[in-house]
Antibody, heavy 120, light 106 residues
Framework: QVQLVQSGAEVKKPGASVKVSCKASGYTFTSYDINWVRQATGQGLEWMGW????????GYVQKFQGRVTMTRNTAISTAYMEVSSLRSDDTAVYYC?????????????WGQGTLVTVSS | DIQMTQSPSSLSASVGDRVTITCRASQSISSYLNWYQQKPGKPPKLLIYAASSLQSGVPSRFSGSGSGTDFTLTISSLQPEDFATYYCQQSYTARTFGQGTKVEIK
């Protein structure tokens, strides 16, 4: 069965970086895009961007460009998302989600979420 | 950027009620519209994709309709397990979520 298992909760200081991992299993990792979505406590869902694990191509929401980097290690079927220059308003649960194949595809499988807390 | 506006932001309903949630896109998105359900502490769950296609395993009381800019999620007979927050998402270009609709017990 398809599973996305994310790394554990993180506590970081303002200005630091955090790297969240998302290990995929149960399917061919390079055949489906990985999306990253975040959700601040009590707030809605915010799509951050996507990555094609086959090509490594990425696309980021403009507000995150320059501060977010999505990468992958195909040998271990794992996607990563790194956020740098953390601020308090980056405190949120971060989700990876598998979408596709195909243009305009929905996200049918989600990781369990990783809580990132930014606090001095 | 495409903006997605859901209404209402919240609603109160009883078990057995018919519930309708609407989602409007700031420009035409054809049928690239998905609906998700989220319960507290859990990741979202895909209900409907491509505006009206029911995701495998999702009860048939859920249905979606619309195209272009206006879309609707309908729950034909609300069940206790349906109390949750619902989000629309456009997948026409990049992705954008609506702000969510919380369905509460009346």
């Amino acid at each position: 069965q398809v599973q996305l298992v994310q790394s554990g909760a993180e506590v970081k200081k303002p200005g630091a970086s955090v790297k969240v991992s998302c290990k995929a299993s149960g399917y061919t990792f390079t055949s489906y895009d990985i999306n990253w979505v975040r959700q601040a406590t009590g707030q809605g869902l915010e799509w951050m961007g996507w990555m094609n694990p086959n090509s490594g191509d990425t696309g980021y929401v403009q507000k995150f460009q320059g501060r977010v980097t999505m990468t992958r290690n195909t040998a271990i079927s794992t996607a990563y998302m790194e956020v740098s220059s953390l601020r308090s308003d980056d405190t949120a649960v971060y989700y990876c989600a598998r979408s596709g194949p195909g243009v305009g595809a929905s996200a049918g499988y989600w990781g369990q979420g990783t809580l990132v807390t930014v606090s001095s | 950027d495409i903006q997605m506006t859901q209404s209402p932001s919240s609603l109160s309903a009883s078990v057995g009620d018919r519930v309708t949630i609407t989602c409007r896109a700031s420009q035409s998105i054809s049928s690239y519209l998905n609906w998700y359900q989220q319960k507290p502490g859990k990741p979202p769950k895909l209900l409907i994709y491509a505006a009206s296609s029911l995701q495998s395993g999702v009860p048939s009381r859920f249905s979606g309709s619309g195209s272009g800019t206006d879309f609707t999620l309908t729950i034909s007979s609300l069940q206790p397990e349906d109390f949750a927050t619902y989000y629309c998402q456009q997948s026409y270009t990049a992705r954008t979520f609506g702000q969510g609709t919380k369905v509460e017990i009346k």
